[in-house]
């Protein structure tokens, strides 16, 4: 197995400094920067998958590689979400590796064996249907954390709920790994201490939070920011 790098987001992530993560809903710089002005640690970008809150298809490495060698000037941690049925090669993560991502991840059922032979630390995600089998499978891969992505779609966009809550601090508290929570569900301001009390080590905030305009982006993010 891989021996991943320490890097300062993942220090972030594991020492409560809770980072803020922001999901694009396109490839799109201004975006990008707006979210790092607001406040974001990192940026997450998409391969090979459609993106249903955001409506986006997001194509393969090759063709998305010119915006990620873009994206990385910015400087920023970056993570990548490889794909659904398709995913990167082995030459492909590496690649993203040499671009400066650090992390990937991909649903419980797309991660295929090679993934996790690449130098990007993994952080699979749960989907609404996991069960605590699966929670522990992910858990127990090396270096992994581990993305709940654990709301049904017909909830998208909803206020978080004290059962929402509760469903994370169970999943954080079987993984024993490090859980980000994707805003599936419409995260506020004042829901972070509650998601922070449930064990979860850092928001990822989507289209749902952030709008796609820079403009929202950076207002949403500084927000979400502040109330840490």
Known sequence: MPTYL???????????????????????????????DGGATAIKVHLNAYHRASGTTFGSFTEERPFLESLAKLGAPMLVMAGQETVPTLAEMDALADLGFEGFNVYIDHLKPHLLQSRLRPMPALSATSTDADIARLAAIPGAMIEASIMDFAGYGTPLTAADLARYAHITALAGVPVIAPSQKKFTPTDMPALRAAGIAAPLLGVIVTGATPASMRASVAAITAAR
């Open 6 to 36: 320490e890097t300062p987001l993942y220090r972030a992530i594991t020492t409560g400094q809770f980072p803020v993560i922001v999901s694009l809903p396109r490839h799109d710089l201004a975006l990008a920067q707006a979210a790092l």
